[in-house]
């Protein structure tokens, strides 16, 4: 049981630059999100899933692309890279008990540099 | 909108004692309250989750307590140790639904 798994772990990439960060996991868990953490900030929301085909933005949606086309996989998209950025990228999951969020498994994060 | 503090500068404790962590919130009341450790280099791991009808709660060496008058949940670690040492997060369900919004954590560290 892998739980949540990243890839990859660190990437470094050029301004304009587009990438995927990918995201799996295999508790069968309903919902799905991302976070970025950055120095000082917390852990931020930027898009999250409460199933297959439903995708929804959280505080920080702009320059990421997601979706959610099979239970296991919710893979998180730069469209075009910014310096801003730059930061560390985790991605949860949770089982869904009514309306009701519960404990959330995480996985070890991808560091991304943007120059 | 909702707002969540932690003390930003780090704890430091000597080994054995009693570690206590502070969440603050404004502008809402959550439904229930997590608390998460993080170790560098990793994703957070939850620890503990306490509902807002519950005052206290206990596992092992860890207390959580919730008061929604104070808007606080406090964070305890009795007997501490140095593989204690860490990032506490503390996390809220926000008013609206969806999903859970973070501190921005307390480091603790325990020197033996």
């Known amino acids: 049981n892998a739980g949540v798994t990243q890839t990859p772990k660190f990437q470094v990439l050029k301004t304009g630059q587009s990438m995927t960060l990918q995201c799996a996991q295999d508790?069968?868990?309903?919902?799905m999100s991302w976070y970025r953490q950055d120095p000082g900030m917390g852990l931020r929301l930027i898009h999250y899933?409460?199933?297959?085909?439903?995708?929804d933005q959280g505080e920080v949606p702009n320059g990421y692309n997601v979706s959610r086309s099979t239970t296991e996989d919710f893979p998180l998209r730069l469209l075009s890279a910014a310096p801003s950025q730059t930061s560390v990228y985790f991605c949860?999951?949770?089982?869904?008990?009514?309306?009701?969020?519960?404990?959330?498994?995480f996985g070890d994060g991808t560091r991304l540099s943007i120059l | 909108s909702q707002k969540i503090e932690q003390n930003s500068e780090a704890l430091n404790i000597q080994e054995g004692k009693t570690a206590t962590l502070t969440c603050n919130y404004t502008?809402?009341?959550?439904?229930?309250l997590q608390w998460y450790r993080q170790d560098p280099g990793r994703g957070p791991v939850f620890l503990l989750l306490?509902?807002?009808?519950?005052k206290e709660k206990r596992k092992e060496r860890l207390k959580v307590t919730f008061d929604t008058t104070l808007k606080q949940s406090l964070f305890h670690i009795t007997a501490s140790q140095p593989a204690d040492s860490a990032t506490y997060l503390c996390?809220?369900?926000?008013?609206?639904?969806?999903?859970?919004?973070f501190g921005g954590g307390t480091r603790l560290m325990v020197k033996p």
């Open positions: 949860a999951s949770s089982p869904v008990q009514g309306n009701s969020n519960q404990p959330q498994h």
């Open positions: 508790m069968n868990h309903e919902y």
């Open positions: 899933s409460v199933g297959a085909g439903i995708t």
């Open positions: 502008n809402y009341s959550p439904a229930y």
């Open positions: 306490i509902r807002e009808n519950e």
């Open positions: 996390a809220l369900d926000p008013p609206q639904g969806g999903m859970l919004t």
